[in-house]
């Protein structure tokens, strides 16, 4: 059975948890004794962050920030902008970005770039989504957990308009 708005189920709540520990082993093992920062792009990826971050059983730090290219609906701008940044100091550090999605790219294309002048040693890419079909920018994640096709999805953090964030897999919004 399928919530009211949702058209189909895309990746189901077992899948997201198998996936979740596998790419929490091979972080773990590529992190360990570097103690990596973690660092989710609000809001969508707070639930993906909880998850990966207690798959990675090392020792860690988290912070969280809000950018945005998207201003309204489901179109991106190709604009982006930072509405809340971290309070680490970057430098030398070993950063993980945890995304809910990757879409057109351009969020990410900006934070990365961003993260290196900060004085990132490394800055990598984990995304819970890949939406491959759809890049614009010159960027692809070092990790992705599922790749999808080009359809409007919701669940696991992801929103329509704010909702349906907390669905516990991932469905396929049904458009009007
Ligand atoms: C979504 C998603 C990514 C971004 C990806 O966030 O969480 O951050 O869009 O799109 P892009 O690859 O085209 O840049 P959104 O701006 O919808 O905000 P939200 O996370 O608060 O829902």
Do not use: H, W
């Amino acid at each position: 059975m399928t919530e009211y708005g949702v058209k189909k189920v895309l990746i189901t709540e077992e899948e997201i948890k198998a996936k979740i520990e596998e790419y929490g082993k091979i972080l773990a093992e590529e992190y360990r004794d570097r103690n990596p920062l973690f660092v989710g792009i609000l809001k969508g990826s707070f639930i993906f962050m909880a998850d990966i971050v207690r798959a990675t059983q090392i020792p860690c730090e988290i912070d969280f920030m809000s950018a945005s290219s998207y201003y309204n609906g489901t179109v991106s701008t190709g604009n982006v902008k930072i509405k809340m940044d971290l309070n680490t100091d970057l430098n030398g550090r070993d950063v993980i970005i945890a995304e809910d999605i990757i879409d057109t790219g351009n969020t990410l294309f900006a934070v990365k770039k961003l993260f290196l002048q900060r004085g990132a040693k490394s800055v990598k890419i984990v995304t819970f989504l890949d939406k491959p079909d759809r890049r614009v920018a010159d960027i692809s994640p070092d990790y992705a957990l599922f790749t999808i096709p080009d359809e409007f999805v919701i669940g696991y953090g992801l929103d329509c308009a704010e909702k349906y964030r907390n669905l516990k897999y991932i469905g396929v919004y049904e458009e009007e």
